[in-house]
């Protein structure tokens, strides 16, 4: 799957999640507002933020997707990290406007929540689970941080429905002084947004800080440089995530008697077969260097190591 596929697939997901949630969000608000549920109301919003945040990260993946340019050497796949973070940050503020609201009127009024909210909460429950596993998937098919943390805000909305149906059960037959449970529901939703939030907030800024990448790749793409002829050995390897795609700087060893130009097409024929065997990687950059007293490769695996492809981009 080449990066076009990747951008595609994460921009349906996304496409998606902004149709389901805006419907999902306005049917809460309105069962919420007559039905005299709180939590209901609390779910419609963030159902409603889950819709304006598909759509930021839709606009984000278009940006990202963009080719470098002379401000821009590097491509602008950064982006969609920068998108990710703001996602989450945007899922902090939600779950903190939850739980004031909710605190702040435990004491107001107390009308029964109609019974109606309690299909709606558990509808929307549903709804948004499948959400999550279909925008999960693409996330780890794609490596997409960005959508990731979207599939874990739908994963979230269904969670808090499904705290809404617990509150608005207890509040409706537990009697007056049971009218509590809605707005705990309430609270419940807002620290479950909280705790994912800042989460996928700490992920997101490392990989904005270029934080190395799992050892499964680096294992795999020390393997595929050393079955190059000519590569002695690979004494640096650096490979950071950047958007849906990962960079690759690497010190390949070499005997010191080649010259320049076998130097050179030994470095060429180690980047093409990298990016051959590993799609989401966009470009390796590889230094060569002379081998230690012509010392050969050794302590390195003879087969090749098994790779779980899924490992590769976000869990």
């Given amino acids: 799957m080449n990066s076009l596929d990747l951008y595609r697939q994460a921009r349906k997901a996304a496409a998606w999640g902004i149709a389901v949630s805006l419907g999902l969000g306005l049917a809460k608000l309105l069962g919420g507002v007559f ?54 940050l945007m899922l902090i503020l939600l779950a903190l406007g939850i739980g004031r609201e909710a605190i702040g009127t435990i004491g107001g009024d107390k009308t029964m929540p109609s019974a109606y909210t309690l ?3 558990l509808g929307g429950a549903v709804f948004q689970e499948c959400l999550y596993r279909y925008a999960r ?14 599939a874990w805000d739908y ?4 969670l808090g429905s499904i705290a809404v149906v617990a509150g608005v059960g207890l509040a409706r037959w537990g009697g007056p002084a049971w009218h509590w449970a809605d707005h705990a529901a309430a609270v419940v939703v807002a620290l479950s947004v909280m705790w994912v939030g800042g989460t996928l907030l700490w992920g997101n800024i490392q990989d904005l800080m270029d934080r190395q990448a799992d050892p499964e790749l680096l294992m795999a793409v020390r393997f595929e440089a050393l079955a190059v002829e000519g590569v002695r050995g690979v004494e640096t ?7 849906l795609e990962y960079l690759v700087d ?14 050179h097409a030994i470095a060429h024929a180690v980047k093409d077969r990298v990016i051959d065997h590993f799609a989401p990687i966009r470009d390796v950059l590889v230094h060569v260097e002379p081998s230690p007293d012509g010392a050969d490769v050794a302590g390195w ?15």
């Fill in 237 to 243: 390897l650096r490979v950071r995530k950047v958007g």
């Fill in 137 to 150: 998937r693409v996330a780890r098919e794609t490596g997409s941080a960005a959508l990731l943390a979207t």
């Fill in 301 to 315: 695996p003879l087969s090749k190591p098994g790779i779980d492809r899924d490992r590769l981009r976000q869990d």
């Fill in 35 to 88: 039905g005299h549920s709180l939590a209901l109301v609390s779910d419609a919003v963030h159902s409603l933020v889950d819709a304006a945040i598909s759509a930021a990260l839709l606009g984000a993946l278009l940006v990202a997707q963009r080719p470098a340019d002379n401000e821009h050497p590097y491509g602008h796949a950064r982006f969609e990290a920068v998108a990710g973070s703001g996602v989450a």
């Fill in 155 to 158: 994963r979230l909305d269904a």
């Fill in 119 to 121: 299909l709606i909460a």
């Fill in 250 to 263: 690497m010190h390949v060893e070499v005997d010191p008697d080649h010259s320049v130009k076998d130097g």
